[in-house]
C-alpha cells in the first residue's frame, strides 16, 4: 500500500521549511565524541538565570496541578512593570508562539505579511502555515529598510514584523524612523515590533515601543525571557498591545500555553535588574573582545544592538562552521538568511569567547 500523505498538506505547508536551530550540545558530543564544546549559537544568556530565578526553580510547587491558565500573577507583575493594565498583556510559549498567535488570528490566504530580507526566520514560517503572501522587502545595508518596508503596504496587508534589533543582523531601527513607519501604516495592518533583545540593547537612539501603545493602536511589541533572563528552556514570552488585540490572542492560543515553572521563574525575574545589568555588562565586555579580535583580523562584521554578532569572513561561512565544530565550537551559519559569507556567534563569556576565537584563527589560516 502506497501512501502519500505529503500531498495531504495545506498549500502553505506543502512548501514549508522547517525552523533550523542551533545545534544543540549533545548532538555535537554524540557526533564527534568532543568533552569540551562551547555553544555560541543561540543567542542565551552565558550566565543562565539570575539567582532568584533559579531559587524558585530548585522548589517546584504543585506540578500535579494545571498551571494558573490566564498567567494572573505573572501578568499583575508585568503590568505594574510596563504601568499598564493587565488587559494588555499576552503570555506565550516563548515570544515564538505570539507570532503564530497574532498571525492565526488575523491573516487569512489572501492577505500579505510584509518583513525584511533577513529578518527573524519565523517571520516567513508562521505567515507560510497560514497559507498567507509574505512580502520581502529589500534591506538596506543589511538594515530593515522602514520606507520600503512602509511602501510595501497595500489594502491586502495585515501584518507586519519589525525586529528590533534584528536577528541574525543586530541592525536596529532608531527611535524617529521607527515613529515615522508607525506613523505612516494605516490601522488595518497590525504592526509587530519584536523586541526580543530589548534588555541589551541599551543605545541611546533605541526606541522602547512598549510606551506607544495609546499612540499606535495597532502596535503589538513582544518580550521574551529566553535572552537576557537566561530562561530560554522554560519557553515564556509576551505581548504587549490593544485590548481588543490581546482578547484576539486569547481566544487562539492553547488553554494552558505556558506552563507552571516558567510563570513562576518570570515573575521573579522581570524586575531582577541586578541581573539584567550584570548581563548587559557581560555582553558588552564579550562584544568588545569579539569585535577587536575581527579588527585585528581584518573581518568587517555589523554592529549589534544585541548579545550576538554577524561576522562577514569573506568565504562561505557554513564552511567554517563545519571545521569550528571540529574545534568544539558551535556558532550559527547564517546562508539560509541570505548571508552565505557571515556567520554569527552568541556573545559568551570570556573563555567561551576565547575560545571561539582561537578556533577561528586557526581555521582562517589551515
Ligand atoms: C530569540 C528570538 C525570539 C525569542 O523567541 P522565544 O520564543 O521567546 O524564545 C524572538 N524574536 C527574535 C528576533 C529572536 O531572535
Known amino acids: 500500500m502506497s501512501c502519500d500523505f505529503l500531498t495531504l498538506a495545506t498549500p502553505g505547508v506543502a512548501t514549508l521549511q522547517p525552523y533550523q536551530p542551533g545545534k544543540p550540545v549533545e548532538e555535537l558530543q554524540r557526533e564527534l565524541g568532543l568533552k569540551d564544546i562551547v555553544k555560541l549559537a543561540s543567542n542565551e544568556n552565558p550566565l543562565g538565570p ?21 498567567g494572573f500573577k505573572l501578568k499583575a507583575r508585568l503590568a505594574k512593570y510596563h504601568g499598564m493594565s493587565a488587559d494588555r498583556i499576552t503570555l506565550g510559549n516563548g515570544s515564538n508562539e ?5 498571525t ?18 519565523v517571520y516567513p514560517l508562521v505567515t507560510q502555515a497560514v497559507g498567507a503572501k509574505p512580502v520581502v522587502v529589500q ?32 541592525t536596529w531601527i532608531k527611535r524617529n524612523e521607527l515613529t515615522r513607519l508607525l506613523e ?44 537576557a533572563h537566561g530562561l530560554a528552556a522554560l519557553r515564556i514570552g509576551y505581548s504587549l ?12 492560543r492553547q488553554p494552558f500555553n505556558v506552563n507552571a515553572l ?30 577587536s579580535a575581527f579588527d585585528e583580523m581584518g573581518l568587517p562584521y555589523l554592529p549589534s544592538a544585541g548579545n550576538f554578532v554577524c561576522v562577514d569572513l569573506q568565504r562561505p561561512g557554513r564552511e567554517i562552521f563545519n571545521q569550528l565544530l571540529r574545534k568544539g565550537v558551535i556558532v550559527r551559519p547564517v546562508d539560509n538568511y541570505g548571508m552565505p559569507n557571515h ?13 571561539f576565537i582561537a578556533a577561528l584563527k586557526k581555521v582562517l589560516t589551515s
Open 343 to 355: 556567520i554569527r556567534v552568541t556573545i559568551g563569556i570570556e573563555h567561551e569567547n576565547k575560545k
Open 262 to 291: 516558567a510563570l513562576a521563574a518570570a515573575e521573579v525575574s522581570i524586575d531582577d535588574r541586578k541581573h539584567i545589568e550584570k548581563s548587559i555588562q557581560a555582553n558588552q565586555d564579550g562584544m568588545n573582545l569579539l569585535t
Open 184 to 227: 505612516t501604516v494605516p490601522d488595518h495592518v497590525i504592526v509587530v515590533v519584536d523586541e526580543a533583545y530589548f534588555d541589551y540593547a541599551v543605545l541611546p537612539d533605541y526606541p522602547d515601543c512598549s510606551t506607544w501603545l495609546d499612540i499606535f493602536p495597532n502596535l503589538l511589541v513582544t518580550r521574551t525571557f529566553s535572552k
Open 241 to 252: 498591545s490593544h485590548p481588543e488585540i490581546a482578547d484576539l490572542l486569547n481566544r487562539v
Open 139 to 170: 534591506a538596506k545595508d543589511w538594515a530593515h529598510d522602514s520606507e520600503a518596508m512602509a511602501a510595501a503596504v497595500t489594502a491586502n496587508t495585515r501584518l507586519m514584523f519589525v525586529a528590533n534589533p534584528n536577528n541574525p543582523t543586530g
Open 98 to 102: 505570539i507570532l503564530e498567535l497574532i
Open 104 to 121: 492565526r488570528a488575523i491573516v487569512q490566504p489572501h492577505h500579505e505579511v510584509v518583513f525584511s530580507d533577513h529578518a527573524f526566520a
Open 50 to 70: 539570575g539567582e532568584r530565578a533559579m531559587e524558585v526553580l530548585r522548589r517546584p510547587k504543585e506540578i500535579a496541578r494545571y498551571p494558573d491558565g490566564n
